[in-house]
C-alpha cells in the first residue's frame, strides 16, 4: 500500500513563492508516474503538474506553465512542486498522486494512490 505525504503549503502573498513536498513510502517510489492536482472550493480537481519516471518528462496545463516546476527525487522518495509567482486563483488544496501503470496522464482517474492534501492560500 503506497502511503502519500505533503508538506509546504501555507498562506503568501502574490507574487510569492512556495515549494510542496511529497514523501511517498510503500511502494517502489523511482518506477511510479507522479502528479500534483488541485481543488479549488466549488471547482472540481484539476491537473497542475506530472513527471514520469525519468526526471526529464514533465507535463504541466498552461494555467502554470512557465510558473511551476516539478522534480523528483528517488533517492529520498519525494516530489517538489515549485510554485513561482503565485496568483489568488491558485489557491487551492494541493494533492499529490501516484500511478504504477500507464504514462504520464493529466487525469485524476489514472492515478490510483492519494495524499490528504495541503493548503495554499495565495492573497491579493
Known amino acids: 500500500q503506497v502511503k502519500l505525504v505533503e508538506s509546504g503549503g501555507g498562506l503568501v502573498q502574490a507574487g510569492d513563492s512556495l515549494r510542496l513536498s511529497c514523501t511517498a513510502s510503500?511502494?517502489?517510489?523511482?518506477?511510479?508516474?507522479m502528479a500534483w492536482f488541485r481543488q479549488a472550493p466549488g471547482k472540481e480537481r484539476e491537473f497542475a503538474a506530472g513527471?514520469?519516471?525519468?526526471?526529464?518528462?514533465?507535463f504541466y496545463p498552461d494555467s502554470v506553465k512557465g510558473r511551476f516546476t516539478i522534480s523528483r527525487d528517488n533517492a529520498k522518495n519525494t516530489v517538489y512542486l515549485q510554485m513561482n509567482s503565485l496568483k489568488p486563483e491558485d489557491t487551492a488544496l494541493y494533492y499529490c498522486?501516484?500511478?504504477?501503470?500507464?504514462?504520464?496522464?493529466?487525469?485524476?482517474?489514472?492515478?490510483?494512490?492519494w495524499g490528504q492534501g495541503t493548503q495554499v492560500t495565495v492573497s491579493s
Open positions: 510503500g511502494g517502489t517510489f523511482s518506477t511510479s508516474i
Open positions: 513527471i514520469g519516471w525519468s526526471v526529464s518528462s514533465t
Open positions: 498522486a501516484a500511478s504504477k501503470v500507464g504514462g504520464l496522464s493529466g487525469q485524476a482517474r489514472d492515478y490510483t494512490y
